[in-house]
């Protein structure tokens, strides 16, 4: 088999693992704090067993380091429990699509970071997104006027008043909050660790994402069944160290648009596994307002990928 053929099988592996990964949520009867620490701690030992294995470092070049450790894992923590309990509100769909909005926060708050003014364009695509987000949050059932009016294309659109009392609303503005976190994350590693192999950082996070929540576990016998059990050792093996595995292996044949453009099919597995398991639907807004923000992300992704580096 190509190389090439070979690393886009990783990484449509990985992809579709990872949007099979936002099921557990569901599925596990526990805290979203309590899911992700069992999952951080047996992604620690997993990858703890690798490094070692393979002669990977586990420590940090200089001392300095460890405080940019603690922030990627502080950072890791919140977003992956602020992702999980916009699952637990929502239809999986509507969550991946929000967060999926952190390419354009990336876009704005990347150059920033470097001392860099971001591009119009980038501008442009982040307010659009926007947008999109807003088409996607249900409308309040009262009457009214409308909330405010946006002008596309010389067509004034009036958006509803958004309903900030239901829990899907709630999902989505967790969701964004958890892309941005994702997105400030990234941004660390490119500014401060990027001397670092993706095992190593990710041994870290995980470290660190556990400790912060061990407080959080549950200390009776009620949430520990055999079922659950075992979807966390799924979770943390099968559904964080092995997509993570698969991703990394994929990177060294395809182009970064290639990968880009992959990585958006996580939406549509996790609506297809959302359907599957849980027989969620997929609302009108939620189409529409999904098909600006991916729209978006994928232009963003294709001028990503052509920009000449600076």
């Keep these: 088999m190509k190389p090439k053929t ?3 099988i990783h990484v449509n592996s990985a992809v579709f693992l990872w949007g099979l990964t936002l099921m557990f949520p569901k599925g596990i009867a526990m ?4 899911i992700v ?8 030992a997993v990858l703890t067993i690798f490094l070692k294995a393979t002669g990977g470092p586990l420590g940090v070049k200089r001392p300095k380091d460890y405080w ?3 922030v990627l894992g502080v950072l890791m923590c919140v977003h992956w429990v602020t992702l999980f309990t916009a699952l637990q509100l929502a239809d999986a769909a509507v969550v991946i699509v929000a967060l999926n909005t952190y390419p354009a926060l990336t876009a704005i708050a990347e150059p920033l970071a470097f001392g860099k003014r971001p591009r119009l364009m980038d501008v442009v695509l982040a307010v ?3 947008v999109g987000v807003l088409i996607m949050l249900p409308v309040s059932s009262s009457e009214g006027p409308a909330a405010f009016a946006i002008v596309l294309g010389g067509v004034r659109i009036a958006l509803p008043r958004i309903s900030f009392d239901s829990p899907a609303t709630i999902a989505v503005v967790l969701a964004v909050v958890s892309g941005a976190l994702f997105a400030s994350r990234n941004i660390v590693i490119r500014k401060y660790a990027k001397g670092y192999s993706g095992s190593t950082l990710m041994f870290w996070q995980t470290l660190i994402t556990c400790l912060c929540l061990l407080p959080f576990i549950p200390t009776t016998a009620e949430p520990y069944s055999v079922r659950a059990i ?9 559904f964080t160290a092995l997509p993570q595995s698969l991703y990394a292996a ?5 182009s970064a648009k290639t990968v880009g453009i992959l990585s958006l099919m996580q939406v549509v597995y ?10 969620e639907t997929i609302s009108l807004r939620t189409t529409i307002g999904g098909c600006i923000i991916l729209a978006c992300i994928l232009l963003e992704t294709i001028r990503l990928a052509e920009r000449k580096p600076s």
């Design 31 to 34: 805290s979203p704090e309590g």
């Design 37 to 44: 620490c069992f999952r951080a701690l047996i992604a620690a």
């Design 68 to 70: 940019v450790m603690g």
């Design 250 to 254: 994929g990177l060294r044949h395809l």
């Design 270 to 279: 996790g609506a297809f596994w959302g359907y599957l398991l849980f027989t």
């Design 128 to 130: 659009v997104v926007l």
């Design 230 to 238: 075992g979807l966390l050792v799924a979770l943390g093996v099968v």
């Design 6 to 8: 070979l690393s886009l």
